[in-house]
């Protein structure tokens, strides 16, 4: 079983519209949580943490479920400049060495 | 700021031949992992170091690969001799602390094994 597991998508939306994606993971000792992004044919670079009471960062939410290892990011009135993969990321435990596990990601393309 | 560099960005070698990476970490940073990317296998940790020594190396596919961090700030990752399943895009990423802060990755290097 993957450690990370998330919907490959592809969702296609338009401008202004709300998109949900959703993770699990299989660790429950993980301790640190995250969202990634990708744009074509560059590297990831960070969207934002997760943390547990879940939060916000403009038009994006991210909400944690330790209960059912459930990670999930809502993007609000999506912009063109949105369409990119969405990596959920979630590290292996708690202590100073803990690695990180990428899910395979979501693709998301926002069209006008 | 400069961030993590990486070269070459592109590397095109014939089946057989070494290849070596580099990966210049951001000053500071007591972190590096190097990272392969493919459309079937998504983003794999090949290893990672703390402090200029290997952490973790579970995921080096075989003895064809091996990785080195001399210092702080450089490292590199070789494949000898290199094979065409070995294509792919090889990201270097650095942090602060390991698996709990922000990893910054490099621009990566896309590798073709013809």
């Known amino acids: 079983r993957k450690e990370v597991e998330q919907d490959p998508g592809p969702f296609n939306v338009p401008e202004g519209a709300t998109v949900a994606f959703n993770c699990t993971y299989s660790n429950s000792a993980s301790q640190s949580f995250f969202w990634y992004r990708q744009d074509c044919r560059k590297e990831p670079k960070l969207l934002m943490s997760v943390y547990s009471s879940g939060n916000e960062d403009g038009r994006f939410t991210a909400q944690l479920n330790r209960a059912s290892q459930y990670i999930s990011l809502l993007i609000r009135d999506s912009k063109l400049s949105d369409s990119a993969t969405y990596l959920c990321v979630v590290n292996d435990r708690g202590s100073t060495l803990g690695r990180l596990y990428f899910g395979r990601g979501t693709q998301l393309t926002v069209w006008p | 700021d400069a961030g993590v560099i990486q070269s070459p960005r592109h590397e095109v070698t014939e089946m057989g031949q070494e290849v070596t990476l580099r990966c210049k970490p951001i000053?500071?940073?007591?972190?590096l992992f190097w990272y392969r990317q493919t459309m079937m296998r998504g983003l794999e940790l090949l290893i990672y170091?703390?402090?200029?020594?290997?952490?973790?190396d579970s995921g080096m596919p075989e003895d064809r690969f091996s990785a080195k961090m001399p210092n702080a700030s450089f490292s590199t990752l070789k494949i000898q001799p290199s094979e065409p399943r070995d294509s792919a895009v090889y990201f270097c990423?650095?942090?602060?602390?390991?698996?709990?802060?922000?990893?910054?990755f490099g621009p990566g290097t896309r590798l073709l094994v013809l």
């Open positions: 990423a650095s942090s602060l602390d390991g698996g709990r802060e922000t990893q910054y």
């Open positions: 170091f703390n402090n200029n020594v290997p952490i973790d």
């Open positions: 000053s500071g940073h007591d972190y």
